[in-house]
């Protein structure tokens, strides 16, 4: 499932990063290019992700894009038509976060359009494997906790029932129980241990 939703977020920047470069936008370079460079990096890292790489080894690659794809490639990543290069270009930029902070020098960026070729690409080429590897693990994830199922629904029944015994009217406590002005009195209901071991509710 992770990498499922590292390619969810990779598309959403990608579309945030098309809105901002409208000729219709104000000129918006640092912060464009910064969702264009992490959109690329988190669709080669959701491949490794769909391919069996950990989420530590993921995460130690940093945001070396260079690294990255090399380690793509060595998991069979489809060819992608410029790839390489909007890769090489965006490298420096990304590793050393000139995007975020003022870098003191002028950035080279890449044509708009030839990026979101690029990428979009990248997407779809990507895009069945890690579909295939998010439902393995949803399937995965529900085998996993199939034991689970019937405890939480009859903690639901349990609670639901509970509930519906419970219904709140004004009445005369226990003796012995401090008398208040509009306290409210419950019927009797007994939760089941596994929810509060004999919790009772008073009743007249």
């Known amino acids: 499932m992770f990498a499922g939703d590292l390619l ?12 901002l470069v409208e000729p219709a936008q104000p000129v918006r370079h640092f912060a464009s290019h910064f969702l264009l460079a992490h959109s690329l ?6 491949f490794l992700a769909a391919s069996g790489t950990s989420k530590a080894d993921i995460f130690d690659l940093g945001h070396r894009l260079k690294r990255i794809l090399k380690r793509c490639k060595t998991k069979g990543l489809p060819e992608v038509n410029l790839l390489c290069e909007l890769v090489a270009q965006m490298e420096p930029m990304n590793k050393l976060h000139d995007f975020r ?13 030839e990026s979101l070729t690029v990428v979009r690409s990248l ?12 439902v393995k693990a949803t399937l995965q994830f529900a085998s996993d906790t199939r034991h689970l199922m019937g405890k939480k629904v009859a903690r639901l029944t349990a609670i639901f029932a ?21 306290t409210f009195v419950h019927e009797s209901a007994t939760i089941p241990d ?6 009772r509710w008073w009743g007249k």
């Open 162 to 182: 509970a509930t519906a015994l419970c219904r709140p009217r004004l009445d005369r406590p226990p003796a012995g129980f401090p008398r208040a002005r509009d």
């Open 41 to 46: 990096e988190l669709a080669l890292k959701s």
């Open 8 to 19: 969810i977020r990779s598309v959403e920047y990608l579309d945030a990063f098309e809105v």
């Open 101 to 113: 902070y003022p870098a003191g020098y002028h950035l080279v960026l890449p044509f708009t359009d």
């Open 194 to 199: 596994e929810l509060g071991v004999g919790t």
């Open 123 to 134: 997407h779809r080429a990507i895009a069945p494997k890690v579909q295939m590897e998010r």
